[in-house]
C-alpha cells in the first residue's frame, strides 16, 4: 500500500508581514486606527458602508505596492514538488502571485467583491471600490457590495474544507503553521490534536500573559522556528522536505 504524503501549509499574518502588508491585530496594526464594529462587523457594515469602502480600498490599492517575499515562493513550489494544501487567513493575493496554483483563503480575498442581493463575486484587482457610482454586473446592485472579506458575524463557508484537510493528516502527514499565533483561527488547539509531523514559525512565542486556549504552544509542534517567515525558508525546507521524502514503507 502506498500513500501520497500530504503537506498542509496554515499561513497568517507573519507570513505577508516581511512584504510590507501591515497586521490587522497587534501594535499599530490596521485596527487601532479604527474599531473592528465599524469596519469588519457583518451585523453592522452597512451604517458605515462608505468607510468600510475607504478602508479596504486602501488595503487593496496598497497590494499594487507589495511583493511576493521568499517565503510566498517557498510554498508556492512546494505545492509543485508534493501534494500540498495552502490555507491562508490572508486576504491579499501574494502567494498566488508567487506562483500557487491553488489557495484557501479561509476569511475571503481582498481583491474580489461580492454582492449579497444575488451572490456574484468577481475580481477587482488592485483597484477602489466607489459605492457612490459601482454596481454588481449580475444584479446592478450597488448598496449590498461588499468586500469579500469574511467580517466578524459572518459565516465563513471554507471553515467546512479547512477542518476536513486538517482531519485527514494522517502519521506521515506535515502540518506547517507560518505567522499565526491563533488567537482566531484556534490553530494551536488543532496541532495539539494532530498525530503527524508538526513545524511551526513564528516571529517569537506568544507571551505566557497573552496566551489563551487554542493559540500556538512550543509543546504542539516537532520543530519551532522563531524568526520572520523570510528568513525561515532554508531550514523549513529541509524540515518538509525530509520529512516528505522519509521512507515509511514496511518491508522492501
Ligand atoms: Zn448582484
Same mark, same amino acid.
Given at each position: 500500500m502506498?500513500h501520497e504524503r500530504?503537506l498542509?501549509?496554515?499561513?497568517g499574518?507573519?507570513?505577508?508581514a516581511d ?5 490587522f491585530r497587534?501594535?499599530?496594526g ?5 474599531s ?7 451585523e453592522?457594515w ?9 478602508f479596504?480600498n ?6 499594487a ?9 517557498l ?9 500540498t494544501?495552502? #490555507?491562508?487567513?490572508? #486576504?491579499?493575493?501574494?502567494?498566488e502571485?508567487? =506562483?500557487a496554483?491553488?489557495?484557501?483563503h479561509?476569511h475571503?480575498?481582498?481583491?474580489e ?6 451572490g456574484s463575486?468577481?475580481?477587482i484587482?488592485?483597484t477602489?471600490?466607489d459605492p457612490?457610482?459601482?454596481r ?7 448598496e449590498?457590495?461588499k ?6 458575524? /459572518?459565516?465563513?463557508?471554507l471553515?467546512?474544507p479547512?477542518?476536513e484537510?486538517?482531519g485527514?493528516?494522517?502519521?506521515d502527514? +506535515?502540518l506547517?503553521?507560518?505567522?499565526t499565533? =491563533?488567537a482566531?483561527?484556534p490553530?494551536?488547539?488543532?496541532a495539539?490534536r494532530l498525530?503527524?509531523?508538526k513545524?511551526?514559525?513564528?516571529l517569537?512565542?506568544?507571551e505566557?500573559?497573552?496566551f +489563551?486556549?487554542g493559540?500556538?504552544h512550543p ?5 519551532v522556528?522563531y ?7 532554508? /531550514?523549513l525546507?529541509e #524540515? ?9 514503507g514496511?518491508g522492501?
Amino acid at each position: 500500500m502506498s500513500h501520497e504524503r500530504h503537506l498542509v501549509v496554515f499561513s497568517g499574518a507573519g507570513l505577508s508581514a516581511d512584504s510590507g502588508i501591515a497586521t490587522f491585530r497587534g501594535a499599530r496594526g490596521l485596527w487601532e486606527e479604527h474599531s473592528i464594529d465599524e469596519v469588519c462587523n457583518f451585523e453592522t457594515w452597512e451604517r458605515n458602508r462608505e468607510l468600510v469602502h475607504r478602508f479596504y480600498n486602501a488595503r487593496r490599492v496598497a497590494l499594487a505596492g507589495v511583493a511576493p517575499n521568499p517565503m510566498h515562493r517557498l510554498l508556492a513550489d512546494w505545492q509543485r514538488r508534493f501534494r500540498t494544501t495552502l #490555507i491562508t487567513q490572508n #486576504i491579499d493575493d501574494l502567494l498566488e502571485r508567487a =506562483g500557487a496554483m491553488e489557495v484557501l483563503h479561509v476569511h475571503g480575498v481582498l481583491t474580489e467583491m461580492r454582492c449579497l442581493d444575488c451572490g456574484s463575486v468577481w475580481d477587482i484587482g488592485a483597484t477602489a471600490w466607489d459605492p457612490a457610482r459601482d454596481r454588481c454586473p449580475d444584479c446592478g446592485s450597488g448598496e449590498r457590495v461588499k468586500p469579500n472579506v469574511v467580517f466578524f458575524n /459572518e459565516p465563513a463557508p471554507l471553515y467546512g474544507p479547512m477542518s476536513e484537510a486538517f482531519g485527514a493528516l494522517g502519521p506521515d502527514d +506535515v502540518l506547517v503553521v507560518i505567522g499565526t499565533d =491563533g488567537a482566531v483561527v484556534p490553530i494551536g488547539a488543532m496541532a495539539e490534536r494532530l498525530r503527524c509531523h508538526k513545524v511551526l514559525n513564528n516571529l517569537e512565542p506568544v507571551e505566557p500573559e497573552h496566551f +489563551v486556549p487554542g493559540m500556538v504552544h512550543p509543546r504542539q509542534f516537532d520543530r519551532v522556528l522563531y524568526r520572520p517567515a523570510a528568513k525561515a525558508t532554508g /531550514e523549513l525546507d529541509e #524540515i518538509v522536505t525530509a520529512w516528505m521524502a522519509a521512507w515509511s514503507g514496511s518491508g522492501l
